[in-house]
């Protein structure tokens, strides 16, 4: 079995209520239970990004930042692009599912 990130993508927007955002995060781990053994490392949230780059280093926050990962154990590509595909954080964000290779 292969290795995939589920990249959190963006910062979750809830229209309503407190109670609306507890409710999502019940579905998510539900969500998250119901992955059983495919379950690697369940979540690693990230907090704000600095940029270090060759013109400097910059601490503006983007809407598209990443904002943590879940790794998860596939078959193949299709297996864990299926498995964020029923995940409730698309609802709300967005994901990006990568292979994580070994070095």
């Not at 990962?69 to 078959?75: K, L, Q, R, S, Y």
């Not at 609802?91 to 292979?99: F, G, H, I, K, R």
Request: with cysteine; glycine share 10%.
């Amino acid at each position: 079995m292969a290795q995939f990130g589920l990249l959190y993508v963006g910062e979750p927007q809830f229209s309503g209520s407190e109670e609306e955002a507890q409710a999502h995060q019940q579905k998510y781990f539900a969500w998250l239970g119901g992955l059983g053994d495919a379950v690697v490392n369940p979540g690693m949230p990230f907090g704000p990004p600095t940029r270090v780059d060759a013109s400097g280093v910059s601490t503006e926050t983007r809407e598209d930042r990443l904002t943590g990962i879940t790794i998860v154990e596939a078959d193949d590509l299709d297996a864990a692009v299926e498995m964020a595909k029923s995940c409730p954080y698309i609802e709300v964000a967005a994901l990006d599912v990568v292979q994580i290779f070994e070095m």
